[in-house]
Nanobody, 122 residues
Framework: VQLQASGGGSVQAGGSLRLSCTAS????????MGWFRQAPGKEREFVAA????????YYADSVEGRFTISRDNAKNAMYLQMISLIPEDTAVYYC????????????????WGQGTQVTVSS
């Protein structure tokens, strides 16, 4: 499966962004999906994950209550709605697909998009 992330940009603290991840090349509903991010000089970290059907979600503590992950299997798409953004959310955000269902481990994801930059200024 090929993944394409989009929707990043520059916002002020307190603002909102909606990231999208579109998939092609395979049956989208076969994959558990996730969002990860990597800030400059830091390791890639888990942000959120969603199950095959979209009925179960899982969030990193740092984004719980501010970010919402969702998917539309009919559109081969996944989303990350981000509100109340803070400067610490600044990073390149990656979408990922894996066969293992809901997981916070990057190693459980076999396919990765190219990333989209999110910059939050104070």
């Amino acid at each position: 499966v090929q993944l394409q992330a989009s929707g990043g940009g520059s916002v002020q603290a307190g603002g909102s962004l909606r990231l999208s991840c579109t998939a092609s090349g395979s049956t989208f509903s076969r994959y558990g999906m996730g969002w990860f991010r990597q800030a400059p000089g830091k390791e890639r970290e888990f942000v959120a994950a969603i199950s095959f059907s979209g009925t179960t979600t899982y969030y990193a503590d740092s984004v719980e209550g501010r970010f919402t992950i969702s998917r539309d299997n009919a559109k081969n798409a996944m989303y990350l709605q981000m509100i109340s953004l803070i400067p610490e959310d600044t990073a390149v955000y990656y979408c990922a697909a894996g066969y293992s269902g809901l997981s916070s481990s990057a190693g459980r994801y076999a396919y990765w998009g190219q990333g989209t930059q999110v910059t939050v200024s104070s």
